[in-house]
């Protein structure tokens, strides 16, 4: 790696705003949607670059996918190999992207939750910064009655 590139990857240097080259178009499309929020939000820097790459090109498979099944609809029907008296055979299926997005779906929901991304992740993100403890699971994250006595949160259009 030359001495450029590793200057752009030091700790808490930008995210650089150009669309990464690699991208598909649909990924192109998220990134320009999500990345300057989480920028201003200081939840991505250079050293995220692969990572939110990544993600950004899953969403948009993602949603692709999503259209796919929409147009062929959730269910297929595929030849078989035993035939009717016809000699006809053939039954009904679901189809094979909905397992496959629905494994996709799980992945980015795993990093949506790393960037702050969920609900979840930015009440997480809001008590670590306020010196709480995370909530359990099953917990709601503000459950409790808020803030102890005394005590001044944070604003909250800083998590957004």
């Given at each position: 790696?030359?001495?450029?590139?590793?200057?752009?990857?030091?700790?808490?240097?930008?995210?650089?705003?150009?669309?990464?080259?690699?991208l598909t178009p649909e990924g192109r499309d998220v990134?320009?949607?999500?990345?300057?929020?989480?920028?201003?939000?200081?939840?991505?820097?250079?050293?995220?670059?692969?990572?939110?790459?990544?993600?950004?090109?899953?969403?948009?498979?993602?949603?692709?996918?999503?259209?796919?099944?929409?147009?062929?609809?959730?269910?297929?029907?595929?030849?078989?190999?035993?035939?009717?008296?016809?000699?006809?055979?053939?039954?009904?299926?679901?189809?094979?992207l909905l397992s496959e997005r629905r494994a996709m779906?799980?992945?980015?929901?795993?990093?949506?939750?790393?960037?702050?991304?969920?609900?979840?992740?930015?009440?997480?993100?809001?008590?670590?910064?306020?010196?709480?403890?995370?909530?359990?699971?099953?917990?709601?994250?503000?459950?409790?009655?808020?803030?102890?006595?005394?005590?001044?949160?944070?604003?909250?259009a800083a998590f957004n």
């Amino acid at each position: 790696m030359d001495q450029d590139k590793a200057d752009g990857l030091e700790a808490g240097a930008e995210i650089d705003d150009a669309v990464p080259h690699q991208l598909t178009p649909e990924g192109r499309d998220v990134w320009t949607r999500i990345v300057p929020p989480l920028k201003r939000a200081g939840r991505i820097k250079a050293t995220d670059l692969e990572a939110i790459t990544r993600y950004c090109d899953m969403v948009g498979s993602y949603w692709k996918m999503s259209k796919q099944i929409a147009e062929e609809g959730s269910t297929m029907l595929v030849p078989t190999v035993a035939k009717d008296d016809k000699g006809e055979g053939a039954m009904w299926r679901r189809h094979p992207l909905l397992s496959e997005r629905r494994a996709m779906a799980k992945a980015l929901e795993g990093i949506e939750d790393r960037f702050g991304m969920s609900p979840r992740a930015r009440a997480d993100l809001v008590n670590r910064q306020l010196g709480r403890a995370p909530p359990e699971p099953g917990e709601l994250p503000l459950e409790g009655g808020g803030m102890a006595d005394g005590e001044q949160g944070a604003d909250p259009a800083a998590f957004n």
